[in-house]
């Protein structure tokens, strides 16, 4: 089992549409989570980081499930600027510390 | 303007050299680290330093070396006992290793390194 794992995609949703991404972690150690979004042949850039009390940013909505081992993103009202892909990020520093990053999700919103 | 450079963008070395890859930041963070990218795959972290004159092996070692001899420099050199250089490089900073947003990590513009 991969140590992150996001859903595979691409997501092909319509302009306005609400999209939903998931990712599940297997150390039940990891300490910080974030969401990153990637555009083709960029850097990542920090979308927003996960707390266990859900955070929120305009239509972006991250929430962290600590007893499932997942983490989520729900974008709401999707633009066309929101096509990317998106990567989960899951930190460990317990005995040495480690990022892991997630494959990513591919999405493409569409007019 | 506050932020994290990588250089060159794009650089193109032949089998056998050792090539250096440039990052420099200047956004005061304590911490850098270096990844490289395949395609289809995530980042995985080669090297990570939290402090000047201090760096520890990320999981795919291997190959590489860095130094940390300033707080806003991380040089990482690709050495050709790495088996497979082709790669996209991005390096990274964070605040620090403690606290409330020390694990946000902020990415430089990357570079793309391809050996023939």
């Known amino acids: 089992r991969k140590e992150v794992e996001q859903d595979p995609g691409p997501f092909n949703v319509p302009e306005g549409a609400t999209v939903a991404f998931n990712c599940t972690y297997s150390?039940?150690?990891?300490?910080?989570f974030f969401w990153y979004r990637q555009d083709c042949r960029k850097e990542p850039k920090l979308l927003m980081s996960?707390?266990?009390s859900g955070n929120e940013d305009g239509r972006f909505t991250a929430q962290l499930n600590r007893a499932s081992q997942y983490i989520s993103l729900l974008i709401r009202d999707s633009k066309l600027s929101d096509s990317a892909t998106y990567l989960c990020v899951v930190i460990l520093n317990t005995g040495g510390f480690k990022t892991i990053f997630g494959a990513g999700t591919r999405l493409f919103v569409k007019a | 303007d506050g932020g994290i450079t990588q250089s060159p963008k794009y650089l193109f070395r032949k089998e056998g050299q050792n090539v250096t890859l440039s990052c420099e930041q200047n956004l005061n963070h304590d911490a850098m680290y270096w990844y490289r990218q395949d395609p289809g795959q995530g980042l995985r972290l080669i090297y990570y330093s939290q402090i000047v004159n201090d760096f520890q092996k990320g999981d795919i070692a291997e190959g590489y070396s860095v130094s940390r001899e300033k707080k806003e420099s991380f040089p990482l050199t690709v050495t050709s006992a790495q088996k497979n250089p082709t790669a996209f490089y991005l390096c990274a900073s964070s605040p620090g290793l403690a606290g409330v947003g020390s694990y946000e990590q902020y990415f430089g513009p990357g570079t793309r390194l391809t050996v023939t």
């Open positions: 150390n039940s150690a990891s300490q910080s």
């Open positions: 996960v707390y266990s």
